[in-house]
């Protein structure tokens, strides 16, 4: 630095010797040249001396000084240079070292990393033969046991599939296939199958309910008593079934019989409230008596044991008394109050017209969000005010429900339509059923179909498309064998609107629907062509009776008779077939009879006969 310095000095000396001023862009001065030369700005420093050079006048320069100046500079320009590359390239070097051992490090680490990975899966793969080992002893020695597990799996299975192919037949030929089945596959009658064949025969068999259903539903239940004995599941579905037939006799009998038994086996809350709610028809003692012992064997009652008793108390007149009672119980009990004991108590109050305890329960249930109003709520609603013939209200609760967003039932609609039918308010019923055909996305029912086609056939105002629209609607939403008073309605509906075909295309499609026809299945159609006294249609209804084993009524042998005494190429089929009625123990119509007695081959005898 000295020597820069002092080259500087020199080099702006001589500029001013010559030119006799100083330099404008340099300063002369030591913090100058110590920039200039750290920046290395040596083109500058020249570029300033021959700045000055150039503007000397008249003066020569010399050149021994000058040269000797400037390889002075480049010198230590030279020397400066050499001494920085040098050391870029031992920085470089170093840079290069570092990278070298980084890099060395990295495949070092890479290795160590790729050994353990090595490690731990030969370690895997040694634990899995291991444990595929250790399964294949326990498969060896579990064998036997594994294969009795997949046998029962099995065996529940084909259970269940047996199960719900009882629920949905509907004939005992069906019930034989099954049973063929069962046996050959090795299955045993299990409790579930009992209950189903009991359930047959006293609500779904050609019986339903009758001599005949009942006492083969008593073999089934006797089998069943044999062979595996009868648990709760049992003893409450025979209670039910039986109080739906009003069988009294047949309910106290079974009810007295699970009394007597000190352990039964599936003794649940269900089989208490059923019991109770049958119990309570009759005697509030023997209802406590029995919620008293479904508590002393630890079982605790839910919503649903207060809801059967709330809804069995709308029935009685006096009835306070029980009422606080079993709200008593309730809150002893810690059962809380929901949307379905709400909704008994407005079917409560109800019945017994008392609006203002309507009002306070809708109140109670509006504060809380678990008793909240349901579909259920305003169904109750609507049966209160259709029964009380207020139809404005009904329509009122519709729309608000439409504009709240809750879905209507099929029961927001039959609900009305029964009752306004009931009180031959012919005009609501009507309106109530063009609302529902504007609901398609509701699942009808069998009670619904029953209301409409009875409703249709006696309206004078319902045109046959009418009928038509709900026949498909019918045949669109079949989930289940409907009853055949049904189809005996609809068939009734198009006899009624003059569609003859229609009504025998309906007759002959309950195969195809299995449903079993009846008398009145066939009655409607062949009335009709007596009306219209065609005789070759009205005698192939008639002789399709005794296809059927069916026996004519009274009212189709009077027909078939009177029809055929106006043609002359009949009256003798007629007159036979009055004798075989009157043979047959049928009683003819007076009217009738003294039409026969003036034909000459009726015998006078079977006159006085059945005038006796």
């Given at each position: 630095?000295?020597?820069?310095?002092?080259?500087?000095?020199?080099?702006?000396?001589?500029?001013?010797?010559?030119?006799?001023?100083?330099?404008?862009?340099?300063?002369?001065?030591?913090?100058?040249?110590?920039?200039?030369?750290?920046?290395?700005?040596?083109?500058?420093?020249?570029?300033?001396?021959?700045?000055?050079?150039?503007?000397?006048?008249?003066?020569?320069?010399?050149?021994?000084?000058?040269?000797?100046?400037?390889?002075?500079?480049?010198?230590?320009?030279?020397?400066?240079?050499?001494?920085?590359?040098?050391?870029?390239?031992?920085?470089?070097?170093?840079?290069?070292?570092?990278?070298?051992?980084?890099?060395?490090?990295?495949?070092?680490?890479?290795?160590?990393?790729?050994?353990?990975?090595?490690?731990?899966?030969?370690?895997?793969?040694?634990?899995?033969?291991?444990?595929?080992?250790?399964?294949?002893?326990?498969?060896?020695?579990g064998k036997k046991r594994d294969i009795q597990l997949d046998a029962e799996g099995i065996r529940r299975r084909k259970s269940y599939l047996f199960v719900s192919k009882l629920k949905?037949?509907?004939?005992?030929?069906?019930?034989?296939?099954?049973?063929?089945?069962?046996?050959?596959?090795?299955?045993?009658?299990?409790?579930?199958?009992?209950?189903?064949?009991?359930?047959?025969?006293?609500?779904?068999?050609?019986?339903?309910?009758?001599?005949?259903?009942?006492?083969?539903?008593?073999?089934?239940?006797?089998?069943?008593?044999?062979?595996?004995?009868?648990?709760?599941?049992?003893?409450?579905?025979?209670?039910?079934?039986?109080?739906?037939?009003?069988?009294?006799?047949?309910?106290?009998?079974?009810?007295?019989?699970?009394?007597?038994?000190?352990?039964?086996?599936?003794?649940?809350?269900?089989?208490?409230?059923?019991?109770?709610?049958?119990?309570?028809?009759?005697?509030?003692?023997?209802?406590?008596?029995?919620?008293?012992?479904?508590?002393?064997?630890?079982?605790?009652?839910?919503?649903?044991?207060?809801?059967?008793?709330?809804?069995?108390?709308?029935?009685?007149?006096?009835?306070?008394?029980?009422?606080?009672?079993?709200?008593?119980?309730?809150?002893?009990?810690?059962?809380?109050?929901?949307?379905?004991?709400?909704?008994?108590?407005?079917?409560?109050?109800?019945?017994?017209?008392?609006?203002?305890?309507?009002?306070?329960?809708?109140?109670?249930?509006?504060?809380?969000?678990?008793?909240?109003?349901?579909?259920?709520?305003?169904?109750?609603?609507?049966?209160?005010?259709?029964?009380?013939?207020?139809?404005?209200?009904?329509?009122?609760?519709?729309?608000?429900?439409?504009?709240?967003?809750?879905?209507?039932?099929?029961?927001?609609?039959?609900?009305?339509?029964?009752?306004?039918?009931?009180?031959?308010?012919?005009?609501?019923?009507?309106?109530?059923?063009?609302?529902?055909?504007?609901?398609?996305?509701?699942?009808?029912?069998?009670?619904?179909?029953?209301?409409?086609?009875?409703?249709?056939?006696?309206?004078?105002?319902?045109?046959?498309?009418?009928?038509?629209?709900?026949?498909?609607?019918?045949?669109?939403?079949?989930?289940?064998?409907?009853?055949?008073?049904?189809?005996?309605?609809?068939?009734?509906?198009?006899?009624?609107?003059?569609?003859?075909?229609?009504?025998?295309?309906?007759?002959?499609?309950?195969?195809?629907?299995?449903?079993?026809?009846?008398?009145?299945?066939?009655?409607?159609?062949?009335?009709?062509?007596?009306?219209?006294?065609?005789?070759?249609?009205?005698?192939?209804?008639?002789?399709?009776?005794?296809?059927?084993?069916?026996?004519?009524?009274?009212?189709?042998?009077?027909?078939?008779?009177?029809?055929?005494?106006?043609?002359?190429?009949?009256?003798?089929?007629?007159?036979?077939?009055?004798?075989?009625?009157?043979?047959?123990?049928?009683?003819?119509?007076?009217?009738?009879?003294?039409?026969?007695?003036?034909?000459?081959?009726?015998?006078?005898?079977?006159?006085?006969?059945?005038?006796?």
């Open positions: 630095k000295n020597a820069m310095l002092r080259l500087f000095s020199y080099n702006v000396a001589q500029s001013i010797v010559r030119s006799k001023k100083p330099i404008p862009a340099i300063k002369l001065n030591r913090s100058s040249a110590l920039n200039w030369s750290k920046k290395n700005n040596w083109n500058t420093l020249m570029q300033n001396s021959n700045f000055a050079t150039k503007k000397t006048k008249k003066r020569e320069e010399k050149p021994d000084e000058v040269a000797s100046l400037w390889s002075i500079v480049e010198d230590v320009h030279s020397t400066q240079m050499k001494e920085k590359e040098e050391e870029n390239s031992r920085i470089l070097k170093e840079k290069e070292k570092e990278e070298l051992r980084i890099s060395r490090e990295k495949e070092e680490e890479l290795r160590m990393i790729s050994n353990e990975k090595e490690e731990n899966k030969l370690k895997v793969e040694q634990e899995g033969e291991e444990k595929e080992e250790e399964h294949m002893k326990q498969r060896k020695k949905k037949m509907n004939n005992e030929m069906q019930l034989n296939d099954i049973l063929d089945n069962m046996e050959y596959d090795g299955m045993n009658l299990a409790r579930n199958h009992f209950v189903e064949i009991q359930k047959y025969y006293l609500t779904r068999g050609i019986h339903k309910g009758g001599i005949g259903g009942r006492g083969k539903a008593a073999f089934w239940i006797d089998l069943q008593r044999q062979q595996i004995g009868l648990d709760g599941y049992t003893y409450s579905s025979l209670i039910s079934l039986y109080s739906k037939l009003n069988e009294d006799k047949e309910v106290e009998k079974y009810i007295q019989e699970f009394e007597m038994r000190e352990h039964c086996e599936n003794e649940d809350v269900i089989l208490y409230t059923t019991i109770i709610d049958w119990v309570n028809r009759t005697s509030f003692q023997r209802a406590k008596y029995w919620f008293d012992r479904m508590i002393s064997k630890g079982i605790k009652p839910n919503p649903y044991v207060f809801t059967s008793i709330y809804k069995r108390l709308g029935i009685k007149t006096q009835s306070n008394v029980e009422l606080n009672y079993w709200l008593q119980q309730q809150k002893e009990h810690g059962v809380p109050m929901d949307s379905a004991i709400c909704n008994t108590f407005i079917d409560y109050y109800s019945k017994k017209n008392d609006r203002a305890g309507i009002e306070r329960t809708l109140a109670m249930m509006a504060e809380r969000e678990e008793t909240k109003p349901t579909v259920i709520t305003y169904n109750t609603l609507l049966r209160f005010f259709s029964d009380s013939k207020k139809d404005e209200e009904c329509d009122r609760i519709l729309d608000y429900m439409i504009r709240n967003d809750i879905q209507p039932t099929i029961g927001t609609f039959s609900t009305p339509i029964d009752s306004a039918i009931r009180s031959n308010e012919y005009d609501t019923a009507r309106k109530w059923i063009k609302k529902l055909a504007t609901f398609t996305n509701i699942k009808m029912d069998e009670f619904t179909f029953f209301l409409i086609f009875r409703f249709l056939s006696a309206d004078i105002t319902a045109t046959i498309e009418d009928v038509k629209n709900w026949k498909h609607r019918l045949e669109y939403e079949r989930t289940k064998v409907l009853s055949t008073a049904v189809y005996n309605w609809l068939i009734l509906c198009f006899v009624t609107k003059g569609e003859l075909k229609e009504a025998e295309d309906v007759l002959y499609s309950l195969k195809t629907v299995s449903v079993e026809p009846n008398l009145k299945s066939y009655e409607p159609i062949m009335q009709a062509y007596c009306n219209q006294k065609d005789y070759v249609n009205a005698k192939k209804w008639f002789d399709a009776l005794g296809e059927h084993k069916f026996i004519p009524n009274t009212r189709m042998f009077d027909s078939m008779i009177r029809l055929g005494l106006q043609y002359e190429e009949h009256t003798q089929e007629a007159i036979d077939l009055a004798i075989w009625a009157i043979r047959g123990n049928v009683k003819l119509r007076q009217v009738i009879m003294d039409e026969l007695i003036q034909h000459p081959t009726f015998p006078k005898a079977l006159y006085y006969k059945h005038n006796r």
